[in-house]
């Protein structure tokens, strides 16, 4: 036999020896960490569970076993004690459930709670094509614009104030206007100290727009506002020339178009 047949013979066995050797060890810890790890019943959710959704359905919860060395703080057992609970956090399919993301037993009003530490939640009325046309939800993000008059001008501009702010609720309210009662739509929104006091001065100076947000789009924009010379100043003015060739004379100006010295006739 030459020697090569020999090198490949030596070398094919030493490769199975290996790896029954490397099979052997596996099973042997495998079987050590099952011996080992013990496990426990935990409840999860079988679905996921909305935030303020009570939980009133036995269907919507499963159990699970889970390594009683890394189990959950405040996870459950029994299914039973969850039924009437309410979720303040968004809870995924096969999440557990703990003490953590549920509404205290006996309290009644969740908002407190869904409001992040350090932020501060804000209500602002809204009308309905303000507010979206009713597509804005919970969970939405929205940017923020005031339409309001300039100080000592007879201008106004539109500004967006704040962005990509978290929606937490939305409902409405009845209001008095002209003595008369109107549904009002109101949004609340999730946003630091700082940014409740713009918010609040804009509500009373002026009025609010919402722009709702793509649901993967955080980014920032940076904008200078509009105002009437902004917007008008897209539009192409009627040069003298083409009045003088109509034989007609120019229209007067409207007062409100007399912005700094400016018509729509000049440049």
């Known amino acids: 036999m030459s020697r090569n047949k020999v090198v490949i013979i030596i070398t094919v066995a030493a490769l199975f020896f290996a790896g029954i050797a490397a099979w052997q060890a596996s099973e042997f810890l495998g079987r050590n960490q099952s011996k080992d790890m013990q496990y426990q019943g935990i409840i999860i959710a079988a679905s996921a569970l909305p935030i303020g959704i009570k939980i009133n359905d036995p269907a919507q919860l499963k159990l699970s076993s889970w390594p009683k060395d890394s ?97 937490l609720a939305t409902g409405q309210i009845m209001e008095q206007r002209e003595g008369k009662p109107v549904v009002v739509t109101t949004v609340t929104l999730d946003v630091i100290p700082e940014d409740a006091e713009k918010l609040a001065l804009a509500a009373s100076k002026g009025q609010l ?49 007399v912005i700094r010295g400016l018509t729509t006739g000049d440049k």
């Not at 009437?84 to 407190?112: F, N, Q």
């Not at 507010?131 to 005031?146: C, E, I, R, S, Y």
């Open 71 to 167: 189990l959950p703080q405040g996870s459950f057992a029994d299914p039973a004690v969850l039924i009437g609970r309410i979720p303040v956090h968004p809870i995924s399919a096969g999440e557990p459930l703990s003490e953590s993301k549920l509404l205290p037993v006996g309290a009644t009003s969740i908002m407190a709670y869904t409001v992040p530490e350090g932020h501060r939640a804000i209500t602002v009325s809204v009308n309905e094509v303000a507010g979206v046309a009713g597509f804005l939800n919970p969970q939405n993000k929205v940017d923020v614009v005031v339409t309001m008059p300039l100080p000592n001008s007879p201008e106004s501009i539109s500004k967006i104030i704040l962005q990509n702010v978290p929606i």
């Open 209 to 257: 727009q919402m722009l709702l947000r793509n649901i993967s789009d955080s980014g920032k924009v940076v904008s200078g506002g509009a105002n009437i010379s902004k917007v008008l100043g897209s539009v192409p003015a009627r040069s003298k020339a083409a009045v003088a060739h109509s034989g007609s004379k120019p229209a007067p100006v409207p007062q409100a178009w």
